[in-house]
C-alpha cells in the first residue's frame, strides 16, 4: 500500500480537497478518510467505463487524475444508480458496503456544491441508500467469555489476557485499544480515542485494573521500546506499539484456542459481547450503554440491546394471564 500522500496525488485537485476537507474539517479519521477516498476512485473509474473512455478491462488501475471538474458536472443521478447496480451485479457488493459507498458519494458531491461551489446542483441529493436488512450481531455467551478467558496462554499470556479483559468489559473499538498510551490510565479510568477523534472516559472495574497492573509490572517490556512508541501501553515482540492486526491474530489465536469458531467471531464481537453481558447481567440503562460505547446515537446502541429467546420465554411466561385454562365446568355432556 503507497503512502496517503502518494495515493492522493493521484486524484485530481478537487477530490484531494474533498478528502483533506473530510479529514481537517469534519474531523473524520485517516482510515474513514482513506475508505472514502477508494469509493470515490471506484466510483470516478467506473464514470470513465461509463462515459465510453476506457473499458471494463482496464478498470482496476484507472486513472483518475485526468478528470476535469467538467467530467462531474455532467454525471447524472441516473449515473449514480448505474454505478450501485454495477457494484451490486459485477462486484457482488452487499447492502451495507453499497450503503457506505452512497454515504462517501453524498458526501462527495454535497462538499462540491455547498463547500467548494464547483457545482449548481447536487446530483446525489437524491440518492437512496440501500436498504440494509437487520440482523443481530453474533456475540460470546457469559459462559463463552469466562472459556476465552481461562484458556489464555502462550508466552504472551499476561499481556494477551489484559487485551481480552478489556475488550470483554469495556466494549472498546480495536483502534481505541491500540491507541492506548501509559498516561491515559489515571487510577479507575482509562481516556481513549474514538471514532472522529472524540475522546471518552471508560471506568475501568477491578478485572481491568488487576490485568494492566499484572502487565506493566510483569510483562511489558522495560528497555529497547522504539522512541515513538515508548508511551504506547501495549508492546509487539519488536518493541513496537502493538498494531491493530496484531490485535485481530492475537483475539482468533485465543478464540481457536478456547474451542471457539475463529471463523465466527472477532474482536468487533467481543466490543458487541462487552454491550450485551452489561445489557442483559448487569442491567445497564441503554443511555449509559450508549456512553460506554461512544456512539454518537441512540438508535446505534439500540442494536446492542436486544432480546435473547430466553428473556422472549420468560416475558411470556410473565403475562398475568399465562396460566389461565380452559374451564371445564360449563362442558356439554
Known sequence: MPDLRELYAEAPDFV??????????????????????????SFLRFMKVHRGLATYDELENLSINDLSID?????TLHDLYEYLAYTSRERMNNANSRARKVASIRSFFKYLSTKAKLLESNPASELDSPKIPKSLPKYLSLN???????NIDGANKIRDYAIITLFLNCGMRLSELAGINLRDVKGDTLTVVGKGNKERTIYLNQACLDAID???????PREGIKAP????LFISRNLRRISVKTIQHIVKM???AAGLDETKYSVHKLRHTA????????????????EILGHTNLSTTQIYTHLDDEQLRNAAKSNPLANMELSK?????
Not at 463463552?144 to 481461562?150: A, D, F, G, R
Not at 499484572?214 to 511489558?220: E, G, I, L, Q, T
Not at 454491550?275 to 449509559?288: C, E, F, N, Q, S
Open 16 to 41: 484531494r480537497d474533498f478528502i483533506t476537507y473530510t479529514e481537517a474539517i469534519k474531523g473524520k479519521s485517516k482510515n474513514t478518510t482513506k475508505e472514502y477516498f477508494f469509493d470515490i476512485r
Open 71 to 75: 467530467f462531474i458536472r455532467e454525471i
Open 144 to 150: 463463552e467469555s469466562k472459556q476465552l478467558l481461562e
Open 214 to 220: 499484572d502487565y506493566v509490572k510483569n510483562a511489558r
Open 229 to 232: 512508541d515508548q508511551h504506547a
Open 254 to 256: 485465543h478464540l481457536k
Open 275 to 290: 454491550a450485551t453481558l452489561m445489557y442483559k447481567h448487569g442491567h445497564v440503562d441503554v443511555r449509559i450503554l450508549q
Open 329 to 333: 365446568d360449563n362442558d356439554n355432556e
